[in-house]
């Protein structure tokens, strides 16, 4: 049978201090998402697992603290160790639902493409101050800046950060002149000025602004 959802929000302090290994469930389920902000691509969530006999809940550290070459690093040591899954919402929800449902919606998938056991205990550390809606039978902590202090959700961040990074340096050769293998999509000065000059492609987020007033 599903939990009854359990919900608790922390300030940095607090998420700091809790020994998350100590949690009573089955299975600990760090998310978070990367892309937010940016002006073109997805939102990408990604989702990892511990287990509290396993030595790393200080073993990683947040992705935008990392150089390239160590996130894919560590990228590459989470995918091989630890039970993990990766969830998105292109630019095309993003327009329609916004980019806080859509992050939100992200991280869902992300969690439910794990596919664990329906009568485990689960809870879920989500990065941030929201929890994720309609994420039935799993227990919420919501961790402002928790991407800074917990370990799980850092690892979270790694793997999203660098699958969405990859996905971008794509973009590169599908879209040349944006610059999409250096900004990845951030709203640089050198992006507004290739929109500007280039126009808006089907990946930019078209109710955006930087982008929108140059929709057509």
Not at 30 to 43: F, I, T, W, Y
Request: glycine share 6%; net charge neutral; charged share 25%.
């Amino acid at each position: 049978m599903p939990l009854k959802q359990k919900l608790l929000k922390l300030d940095m302090t607090q998420a700091s201090q809790l020994a998350w290994m100590d949690l009573p469930y089955d299975y600990i389920i760090g998310v978070d998402e990367v892309g937010r902000g940016c002006l073109a691509g997805p939102v990408v969530a990604g989702s990892v697992v511990f287990s509290a006999d396993q030595s790393h809940w200080s073993l990683f550290k947040d992705s935008k603290t990392l150089s390239e070459i160590k996130r894919n690093e560590l990228s590459l040591q989470i995918q091989k160790d630890y039970q993990h899954s990766l969830g998105w919402c292109d630019q095309s929800e993003i327009d329609q639902i916004n980019i806080l449902k859509a992050s939100l919606l992200a991280m869902k998938r992300a969690v439910e493409k794990l596919n664990l056991p329906l009568a485990a205990s689960k809870i879920v550390l989500v990065d941030g101050n929201q929890f994720i809606p309609n994420l039935d039978g799993y227990d919420q902590i919501a961790a402002v800046k928790g991407d800074m202090w917990i370990s799980l959700i850092s690892a979270a961040s790694i793997v999203a950060k660098v699958h969405r990074d990859h996905l971008m340096k794509e973009y590169e050769s599908l879209y040349p002149g944006f610059g999409f293998c250096e900004h990845k999509g951030y709203p640089t000065e050198g992006h507004k000025n290739a929109i500007a000059k280039l126009g808006v492609t089907s990946i930019h987020r078209k109710s955006f602004k930087g982008v929108r007033e140059y929709v057509l």
